[in-house]
């Protein structure tokens, strides 16, 4: 993998409240979606609510952008290797190298990353402590 220099991070056209947490030279990154933002756009009208204001590929999974200020510079991609409900603020891992999202997109498959969420939660409980268990169930049938 060649590394990937610090001024693409910096030259990244990140949406609104959107900011880069940290990156390394292998291409990961994290960025910072606030709530409102969409994690990847649906149709061309979502591209400025999203975390880069440019075009996405649903089928890459990644964002495609040429920047327009710096003169013969080269198409850059960045893919998205998580996503995060608009309503949801938290934290985004991209990279900006195809067999990096290929490697990471399958330890995300093969439930090789544990994801930890936290909630905010304004008021006063019912009971000093209460634990709450959701599980998140995938349901499938055949069509006939």
């Given at each position: 993998?060649?590394a990937?220099?610090?001024?693409f991070?910096?030259?990244?056209p990140?949406?609104?409240?959107v900011?880069?947490l940290t990156?390394?030279i292998n291409?990961?990154?994290?960025?910072?979606k606030p709530?409102?933002?969409l994690?990847?756009?649906n149709?061309?009208?979502e591209?400025?609510?999203?975390?880069l204001?440019?075009?996405?590929?649903?089928?890459?999974e990644?964002?495609?952008?040429?920047?327009?200020?710096?003169?013969?510079a080269?198409?850059?991609?960045?893919?998205l290797?998580?996503?995060l409900?608009?309503?949801?603020?938290g934290?985004?891992?991209v990279?900006?190298?195809?067999k990096?999202?290929?490697?990471m997109r399958?330890l995300?498959?093969?439930?090789h990353?544990?994801?930890?969420?936290?909630?905010?939660v304004?008021?006063?409980?019912?009971?000093?402590?209460?634990?709450?268990?959701d599980?998140l169930?995938?349901?499938t049938s055949r069509?006939?």
């Open positions: 993998m060649s990937i220099p610090s001024k991070w910096e030259q990244l990140l949406g609104t409240g900011t880069l990156h390394d291409g990961l990154a994290a960025l910072y709530e409102g933002v994690s990847h756009p149709m061309e009208s591209v400025p609510r999203a975390i204001t440019v075009p996405y590929s649903i089928k890459g990644c964002f495609n952008w040429t920047p327009a200020d710096i003169p013969g080269a198409p850059r991609r960045l893919y290797l998580n996503r409900d608009s309503a949801t603020s934290v985004i891992l990279t900006a190298n195809e990096l999202a290929a490697y399958d995300f498959l093969h439930k990353v544990h994801k930890l969420y936290q909630a905010l304004y008021g006063k409980p019912s009971e000093a402590s209460q634990l709450w268990r599980r169930s995938v349901q069509a006939k």
